[in-house]
């Protein structure tokens, strides 16, 4: 995943942001597991008392808090917690264009630009691989290469598709049933 939910700017932090400002630990809640739960609610509770001793007490509190959340998250996902990253990295194209799908009511731009990645990858490891099939014949090291590209074509394709049906946030032990 790109640096997103850990980010200072991303939904997490932001909902974390949200609670301290409306005084309601409800409004991060969402984001975290029923396991966690409890853990951030207390979290809240000591934050917005030790947010209340001053500037600087507010600030440690808040990058406190904003770490537990983001960190009880990551585990919900079964994923590690490496710190929180700073506001403003690169996320790529696809992550705001799929929070503009979420904004809009819309998947017509997110469709619109996967599929265009799809297209032109599958095009160009296609192509790359009907290059080296016309050598194929030329001996050993040619046919090795065509079919290292064959097959790399079909590898990659397998796995975008198990990518593309697979539930983002599976856990072995607790799979989401798909629509």
Same mark, same amino acid.
């Given at each position: 995943?790109?640096?997103?939910?850990?980010?200072?700017?991303?939904?997490?932090? *932001?909902?974390?942001?949200?609670?301290?400002? *409306?005084?309601?630990?409800?409004?991060?809640?969402?984001?975290?597991? =029923?396991? #966690?739960?409890?853990?951030?609610? =207390?979290?809240? #509770? +000591?934050?917005?008392?030790?947010?209340?001793?001053?500037? $600087?007490?507010?600030?440690?509190?808040?990058?406190?808090?904003?770490? $537990?959340?983001?960190?009880?998250?990551?585990?919900?996902?079964?994923?590690?917690? $490496?710190? +929180? !990253?700073?506001?403003?990295?690169?996320? #790529?194209?696809?992550?705001?264009?799929?929070?503009?799908? +979420?904004?809009?009511?819309?998947?017509? =731009?997110?469709?619109?630009?996967?599929?265009?990645?799809?297209?032109?990858?599958?095009?160009?490891?296609?192509?790359?691989?009907?290059?080296? !099939?016309?050598?194929?014949?030329? #001996?050993? /090291? /040619?046919?090795?290469?065509?079919? =290292?590209?064959?097959?790399? +074509?079909?590898?990659?394709?397998?796995?975008?598709? !198990?990518?593309?049906?697979?539930?983002?946030?599976?856990?072995?032990?607790?799979?989401?049933?798909?629509?």
């Amino acid at each position: 995943m790109p640096p997103h939910c850990d980010s200072l700017d991303g939904p997490v932090v *932001k909902a974390a942001r949200v609670a301290f400002q *409306k005084g309601d630990v409800n409004y991060v809640l969402p984001y975290v597991s =029923e396991e #966690g739960e409890q853990e951030v609610r =207390e979290a809240f #509770g +000591l934050a917005v008392e030790a947010r209340a001793l001053g500037q $600087t007490a507010e600030e440690v509190a808040d990058r406190w808090f904003f770490e $537990t959340v983001v960190r009880v998250h990551r585990a919900g996902e079964g994923a590690p917690f $490496t710190g +929180l !990253k700073p506001a403003g990295l690169d996320v #790529g194209p696809v992550i705001p264009a799929a929070e503009r799908a +979420l904004d809009a009511g819309s998947s017509d =731009e997110l469709t619109q630009l996967l599929c265009g990645i799809v297209r032109e990858q599958v095009d160009a490891r296609h192509v790359h691989a009907m290059v080296l !099939k016309e050598h194929a014949g030329e #001996g050993v /090291a /040619a046919a090795r290469e065509y079919i =290292e590209a064959s097959l790399g +074509l079909q590898v990659w394709a397998h796995r975008l598709y !198990k990518q593309a049906i697979g539930d983002p946030h599976a856990r072995a032990a607790h799979p989401r049933p798909r629509a």
